[in-house]
């Protein structure tokens, strides 16, 4: 299981994590929960639905996952475009990125509904 070195939380329940790969580098994950308990006034549907007895503070959520450390697009606005591409992440370190993700938010797919979504580019090589 990766570790999640550092946690960023916006006040809409968005939660941004840098997460170790096998060599120590960071990439960064994203959950987006729907339905949250976050900005005053955010009442959606699915939060006026389960009321205020409900056991959690979202109803279905994403979770964007990093494919590679770094970027070779190369956008002129984008600080990760510094870096260039690195390499890309291995399939267990993808993976593992939505294992530590659905442990911290105690989510389980199957009971849960869980989006992912995967991004990256392919590497010039
Ligand atoms: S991470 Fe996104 S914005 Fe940044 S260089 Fe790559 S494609 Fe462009």
């Known amino acids: 299981m990766p570790a999640i070195v550092e946690t960023f939380r916006s006040t809409d329940g968005t939660e941004r994590y840098l997460i170790a790969g096998n060599d120590g580098q960071t990439v960064e994950t994203v959950w987006m ?66 294992a530590a993700v659905l442990r911290r938010q105690d989510a389980e797919p199957g009971r849960d509904r869980i989006n992912l979504c995967l991004w990256g580019w392919a590497s010039r090589s």
């Not at 729907?34 to 205020?52: K, L, Q, T, V």
């Not at 109803?59 to 990093?66: M, P």
């Not at 450390?69 to 890309?88: E, K, S």
């Open 33 to 98: 929960p729907e339905g949250d308990g976050g900005e005053e006034g955010d009442s959606s549907p699915d939060e006026a639905r389960r009321g205020s007895d409900a056991k959690k503070e979202w109803s279905r959520a994403t979770i964007c996952v990093s494919s590679q450390i770094g970027c070779a697009v190369n956008c002129q606005f984008c600080l990760t475009a510094r870096l260039g591409i690195i390499r890309n992440l291995t399939a267990g370190e993808i993976a593992g990125q939505v």
